[in-house]
């Protein structure tokens, strides 16, 4: 028995062929592309109608074909691994509901290589729009978090140690302009992803007068791939949007973490609510934080899923072959839809999370946190340079933390004894000023430098990003209803072309 797709084939696949090549590929592809081949299809045929590259009643058979397929979805197409792929098996299909004279005509002016180029687009933009939806769910669950403890005092950490008194506010809104950045990089990959390489055929283009730009438009795409073999050998574009995936994927990873260690018992800065939370088999007090080790989980699966599509696409021949352009993309779908569940999981863990005020502030309180203020006074009025001053409040520490203090109780007399021996002398710095220093509430009004942790900058950048949030809901909207709109000109020109 010979290939049912090739004359030139005499012997039929072999069953390892069709079962570990060809079958779980078939089944993955007529589940996740089944509506973005009939959009394809659709559009195709319209644009041969319109050139008079096929005969008005050849035109109005398939669409009428095409339009009982799609009503009867994707369970009217046979997986036939013999056949290869979702093209072969679709026109199959069609063949059946017309004749070979009239569904033959399908394929005139196109290739699977330009099918595939376009419809990997195709479902690329569409989980795309579907990822930055999630992701501003996630900024604005942020940005209210943020509002609500704009004035929870806490310590900031460098190395995981206590550093200088913020706001857990303040730390949530710099997460928040983070996924800002992340936001963007989805943006540029979607400018990059709403190209059509429809029209390119197997790569050389074809002999036919079609009319690239109509069916571009018909399928919702801003222009065209238009070099014919970079249209269906790349997919760099998928590359370009794992990569943000990924990119975003060590935000979301990074936030989880700082979480997880600030609500160890050891910590006990945050809380997170029950909903999101595991348990233990055999320990009964236990509360495991379930969905923060998700998350960072998540994060290293998109990072590994992208370097195995790096690897996969290196030194594969520019052109369209199984390794250049599906192999290495396998990794894309799974990047796509792990992202997507991860952001709403990340949404969940900020929504639930709970500061413990008490505990904050008296962390930030007692850890030395607010040292660097006491270095700057000992600069204003000590007149001494910075460097000699952070010498003078190091010792101060040392000597406090050798007495069993903390910095609330720095003394004045330690502040001499450190300054008779870094420098020698004393210095001329009032206890009252001294003293004042260890509060960390004063550390944070004083920080007014553009960015910093005061209310009023907080209160400033906050604004700034709600302003750009709803902004970027804009730009999405409108990418969206673009494709809607194109979906329903399509939808509306088949249908027309099934009455004639």
């Known amino acids: 028995m010979s290939s049912p797709v090739s004359r030139r084939l005499t012997e039929a696949m072999a069953p390892e062929?069709?079962?570990?090549?060809?079958?779980?590929?078939?089944?993955?592809?007529?589940?996740?592309?089944?509506?973005?081949?009939?959009?394809?299809?659709?559009?195709?045929?319209?644009?041969?109608?319109?050139?008079?590259?096929?005969?008005?009643?050849?035109?109005?058979?398939?669409?009428?074909?095409l339009a009982g397929i799609e009503r009867e979805g994707s369970s009217s197409i046979a997986a036939d691994p013999a056949r290869e792929d979702v093209h072969f098996n679709f026109e199959a299909t069609l063949i059946e509901r017309t004749s070979s004279e009239i569904g033959g005509r399908i394929h005139i002016g196109r290739s699977r290589n330009d099918m595939g180029a376009t419809i990997d687009r195709m479902?690329?933009?569409?989980?795309?729009?579907?990822?930055?939806?999630?992701?501003?769910?996630?900024?604005?669950?942020?940005?209210?978090q943020a509002r609500a403890n704009a004035d929870m005092v806490m310590t900031g950490y460098t190395h995981l140690r206590p550093a200088q008194p913020i706001t857990?506010?303040?730390?949530?809104?710099?997460?928040?302009?983070?996924?800002?950045?992340?936001?963007?990089?989805?943006?540029?990959?979607?400018?990059?992803?709403?190209?059509?390489?429809?029209?390119?055929?197997?790569?050389?283009g074809t002999s036919f007068p079609i009319d690239r730009q109509r069916v571009a438009a018909l399928l919702g795409f801003d222009g065209l791939v238009e070099h014919a073999l970079d249209a269906v050998a790349s997919r760099d574009f998928l590359l370009e949007l794992?990569?943000?995936?990924?990119?975003?994927?060590?935000?979301?990873?990074?936030?989880?973490?700082?979480l997880y260690v600030w609500s160890t018992d050891e910590f006990g800065l945050i809380t997170f609510s029950d909903q999101v939370a595991g348990s233990s088999s055999i320990m009964p007090q236990k509360k495991n934080p379930v969905v923060m080790e998700y998350l960072k989980a998540t994060g290293a699966e998109n990072i590994g899923s992208l370097v195995s599509m790096l690897s996969a696409m290196r030194a594969s021949h520019f052109t369209n072959s199984i390794d250049g352009v599906r192999s290495s993309t396998a990794g894309a779908w799974q990047i796509l839809d792990t992202t997507k569940r991860s952001l709403a999981i990340g949404r969940l863990m900020v929504e639930s999370c709970k500061s413990n005020r008490e505990r904050m502030l008296q962390q930030a309180r007692s850890n030395f946190s607010t040292v660097t203020d006491l270095a700057d006074l000992l600069v204003r009025e000590?007149?001494?340079?910075?460097?000699?001053?952070?010498?003078i409040a190091g010792a101060a520490v040392r000597i406090a933390l050798e007495q069993g203090f903390d910095s609330s109780q720095i003394s004045h007399d330690a502040l001499e004894r450190a300054a008779q021996l870094t420098l020698g002398r004393s210095i001329a710095v009032s206890p009252k000023l001294a003293l004042a220093c260890s509060d960390p509430e004063t550390s944070i009004r004083q920080r007014k430098s553009r960015g910093a942790a005061s209310p009023s900058e907080i209160a400033r950048l906050q604004?700034?990003?709600v302003k750009q949030l709803a902004a970027d809901e804009v730009l999405l909207r409108s990418h969206t209803q673009s494709q809607d709109t194109a979906r329903q000109d399509l939808k509306l020109a088949v249908g027309a072309l099934a009455q004639q």
Request: charged share 20%.
């Open 242 to 258: 794992a990569s943000a995936c990924a990119t975003l994927g060590i935000t979301w990873s990074r936030l989880a973490q700082d």
């Open 17 to 65: 062929v069709q079962n570990y090549i060809y079958a779980p590929r078939l089944t993955q592809e007529i589940a996740s592309s089944f509506a973005h081949v009939v959009d394809v299809n659709e559009a195709h045929v319209i644009m041969l109608a319109e050139r008079k590259i096929i005969t008005s009643d050849v035109a109005a058979s398939l669409a009428r074909a």
């Open 382 to 391: 000590g007149e001494i340079s910075f460097r000699d001053a952070h010498h």
């Open 123 to 144: 479902r690329a933009r569409e989980a795309c729009l579907q990822i930055r939806q999630e992701l501003n769910i996630l900024r604005a669950t942020l940005l209210s």
């Open 168 to 204: 857990f506010g303040f730390y949530l809104l710099g997460v928040a302009n983070a996924l800002e950045r992340d936001y963007r990089r989805l943006c540029n990959a979607y400018a990059t992803i709403n190209l059509s390489p429809m029209g390119a055929a197997a790569f050389a």
């Open 463 to 465: 604004a700034a990003a």
